[in-house]
């Protein structure tokens, strides 16, 4: 069956540091893959998705990008964040675009 | 483009009593429909999904949908609830490939 890993579970970091947030999938070969961010009490804004590796579409310009350095990985990065950052990032997998997407558990991101 | 409306922001209700969750879209076009179950400080878990078939979708944890397409509508039922179903909940449409979320339900069990 097919699994997806998020981690960390939970970060602070201060304004300004470097971020890196890694989302990986078992199980399954070239999913579509896709991060989230849900601000507290909101729904969720797609910010990256991917549908091979190498190919990003970013949905939302800010200082955060992503990655895809193998099929199954996906990582969500930033030089330098702002406190407009914190919040709850998810990362998903789908094995087609008109298919149910599934998600990890999460990564909950304050920013000091 | 397509939009996923969830009217209900919060939605209380009481032990064993029943709900209902509404969601309507926008675009009558051919989509698929599903809805998620988020439980505080985890990710998203499918509940249920209408690709196609039945209007009347069956899903986890004793939940169901009806597809109603004349209204554009995919509401959310169950007969009665349990302390353990607060949660959020989201309404999602895809069309074509893309996916559209709605704003979400929160749904509170109240002893």
């Known amino acids: 069956s097919q699994t997806i890993h998020q981690w960390p579970a939970t970060l602070v970091q201060p304004v300004g540091s470097p971020l890196s947030l890694e989302c990986t999938v078992e199980?399954?070969?070239?999913?579509?893959l896709y991060w989230y961010r849900q601000a507290a009490g909101r729904g969720l804004q797609l910010l990256f998705y991917?549908?091979?590796?190498?190919?990003i579409s970013s949905e939302v310009p800010q200082n955060l990008s992503a990655s895809r350095p193998q099929d199954r990985q996906f990582i969500l990065s930033s030089k330098k964040l702002l406190l407009s950052d914190s919040g709850f990032y998810l990362c998903?997998?789908?094995?087609?675009?008109?298919?149910?997407?599934?998600f990890g558990d999460g990564t909950r991101l304050s920013i000091l | 483009a397509q939009s996923v409306t969830q009217l209900d922001s919060q939605v209380p209700v009481f032990e064993e009593a029943p709900v209902e969750l509404r969601c309507n879209y926008s675009s009558s076009v051919s989509v698929y429909l599903f809805w998620y179950v988020q439980y505080p400080n985890q990710g998203l878990q499918l509940l249920l999904k209408y690709l196609s078939g039945s209007t009347l979708v069956k899903g986890i944890n004793g939940f169901e949908a009806e597809f109603n397409k004349s209204q554009t509508s995919f509401h959310l039922r169950k007969p009665s609830v349990h302390i353990s179903d607060t949660a959020e909940y989201f309404c999602a449409v895809v069309t074509g490939n893309q996916f559209y979320f709605g704003t979400g339900t929160s749904l509170t069990v109240i002893p």
């Open positions: 998903a997998w789908s094995k087609q675009g008109n298919q149910p997407q599934h």
């Open positions: 199980g399954t070969s070239n999913p579509n």
């Open positions: 991917s549908v091979g590796i190498g190919q």
